[in-house]
């Protein structure tokens, strides 16, 4: 059974810090390219950061230069380091696992249950 657990959210003043982080089990973690998303009430999902199995991260432009995604295999972890919030980027921050099978080109995908992140106006 596959499972994606988010932890590290929380209530941090704007300006502050936070470091999400998502561990993985049941699957070939390194197979997988993760990625965190976001969602606010009444708003579409919206993707945060991605990284890929070789490690290329890319970035919304909204987060860039305030996030930085990173992996560890060996852990089954991806991490979200957010720095310099905003009231913005209050939501509930999912983390994503997907796979493309290269012959099918079927995509196999995975979600977590969220973490929300807020920080106050």
């Known amino acids: 059974q596959v499972q994606l657990v988010e932890s590290g959210g929380g209530l941090v003043q704007p300006g502050g810090s936070l470091r999400l982080s998502c561990v993985a089990s049941?699957?070939?973690?390194?197979?997988?390219?993760m990625t965190w998303y976001r969602q606010v009430p009444g708003k579409q999902r919206e993707l945060v950061a991605s990284?890929?199995?070789?490690?290329?991260?890319n970035y919304a432009d909204s987060v860039k230069g305030r996030c930085t995604i990173s992996r560890d295999n060996a852990k089954n972890t991806v991490y979200l380091q957010m720095n310099s919030l905003k009231p913005e980027d209050t939501a509930v921050y999912y983390c994503?696992?997907?796979?493309?099978?290269?012959?099918?080109?079927?995509?196999?995908?995975?979600w977590g249950q969220g973490t929300q992140v807020t920080v106050p106006s």
């Open positions: 049941g699957l070939t973690f390194s197979t997988y390219v």
């Open positions: 994503n696992a997907r796979r493309q099978d290269r012959v099918t080109m079927i995509s196999t995908v995975y």
């Open positions: 990284i890929t199995t070789s490690g290329s991260p």
